[in-house]
């Protein structure tokens, strides 16, 4: 029997399907059998040898016979060609997966992508509850439960900290192969625990402005997706974020190296010394500006300084360039202006969140929708709210125009 890092050389170079292939034979055969038909028509009117007086009848059935042959022909070529067209185009996602200097493999855009965009989505290969006891275990526990290919698709992902002194194909090499793989490219599932997705597994990363896809888990269609937060170029690479990058470059590379085994050069954690000091400065500065609105729970701020802080972690991240988490940002600008019941201003913060949750989560997300509610009656999100504020002008977002 081979082991998982036989199996992890073995499978490489494999190669998938395509679905347009799978499905071709599905429209010949149907054009056969059309024509067959009409065949038997012709076979039917010549073995019926019509008097001669009948012979504009038979030529008539002859003609008639190849007229629908040719009909049903075209049908399938247009109707069922379409079919296979979508299931081509909903199988191939705008980005293909290559081999990138330095990063091991990665996802590359084969067009260019509008931002808002859906890149990816994908069901889980498995999900590992929130649980005690030995996670290896529980992992080749898993993966026994899954044929050969979904092995082979998990056994061929990378993977670092795998301790250098074990004996390959022990039963404890084989634990913490499982687990070193798991946990270099698992992704949280929310409160359903943490979960493998292999093709979403091969998007690196990018610090703070430097990613341009976020991946989200929708619990309730148990899938990730995953969608361009900014316009990204054919040949691009699709960088996603593993982590919360409002720190100091220090900070971000410490954690990569310990966590993913790599120093990290992305466009932001490249920048020469002084820009990269400016980056950090900005970056810790939203941090800060995050705490503070935080505090105008505690009644620490009024609505209208709460709303001065989230406009501001708004242009800093502009400068920087960081424009995710600007959809939850916005929608929880419209929680303190309906707290303080400048409906107006709700709806517009309201506006601003669906545009955003729209880029960074879908715009057929949950978040999405919540905020039409919010637009079409801001009065509800207040009569929702446990405890409310005292009345007053908080402000919209900048350059709001309504
Ligand atoms: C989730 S995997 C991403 C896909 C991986 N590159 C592959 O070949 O399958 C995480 C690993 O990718 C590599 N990686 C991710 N982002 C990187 C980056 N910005 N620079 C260098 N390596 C990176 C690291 O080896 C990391 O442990």
Redesign the pocket.
């Given at each position: 029997m081979s082991t998982p890092a036989r199996r992890r050389k073995q499978n490489q170079n494999r190669k998938e399907v395509p679905a347009s292939v799978t499905s071709q034979p599905k429209l010949v055969s149907a054009c056969i059998e059309c024509l067959g038909e009409c065949y038997a028509v012709l076979i039917v009117d010549i073995g019926h040898q019509p008097p001669p007086g009948n012979r504009k009848l038979g030529l008539f059935l002859v003609f008639a016979s190849l007229v629908a042959g040719v009909y049903f022909y075209c049908k399938i070529l247009l109707f069922e060609t379409s079919d296979v067209v979508k299931v081509v185009e909903t199988a191939s996602w705008p980005f293909k997966?290559v081999?990138?200097p330095?990063?091991?493999?990665?996802a590359i855009a084969t067009r260019n992508i509008s931002q808002g965009e859906l890149i990816h989505r994908e069901a889980p290969l498995f999900i590992l509850p929130q649980q005690r006891g030995s996670p290896g275990s529980v992992i080749l526990h898993a993966l026994a439960g899954l044929s050969p290919s979904q092995n082979e698709a998990f056994y061929?992902?990378?993977?670092?900290n795998l301790p250098a002194t074990l004996e390959p194909g022990t039963p404890a090499y084989n634990d913490e192969l499982a687990l070193a793989i798991f946990q270099?490219?698992s992704i949280s599932a929310a409160d359903q625990g943490v979960a493998l997705f292999p093709q979403t597994?091969?998007?690196?990363?990018?610090c703070a402005g430097a990613f341009n896809a976020v991946y989200t888990y929708r619990p309730r269609e148990g899938v990730v997706v995953v969608h361009a937060l900014k316009p990204i170029r054919e040949g691009e690479e699709v960088?996603t974020v593993?982590f919360d990058t409002k720190r100091p470059r220090d900070a971000r590379r410490a954690h990569?190296e310990a966590?993913?085994?790599?120093?990290?050069?992305?466009s932001v954690?490249s920048l020469p010394d002084e820009a990269s000091n400016a980056s950090d400065r900005r970056l810790a500065r939203m941090s800060k500006l995050y705490e503070q609105l935080a505090t105008w729970q505690d009644g620490s701020l009024t609505g209208k300084q709460a709303l001065d802080v989230a406009r501001e972690i708004w242009s800093v991240g502009e400068e920087e360039g960081y424009w995710s988490e600007r959809g939850q940002l916005a929608a929880d600008a419209a929680w303190v202006a309906a707290a303080h019941s400048d409906f107006e201003a709700t709806r517009a913060w309201a506006e601003v969140a669906k545009e955003w949750y729209a880029y960074e989560l879908g715009p057929d997300s949950e978040q999405v929708a919540r905020m039409d509610e919010v637009i079409a009656s801001p009065e509800s999100l207040r009569r929702r709210m446990a405890a409310t504020r005292a009345a007053e002008k908080v402000g919209w977002p900048d350059g709001w125009l309504g």
């Open positions: 997966v081999t990138i330095g990063k091991g493999q990665g061929n992902l990378s993977y670092v270099t490219n597994a091969r998007l690196n990363h990018g960088l593993y990569l966590h993913y085994g790599f120093t990290c050069q992305c954690c």
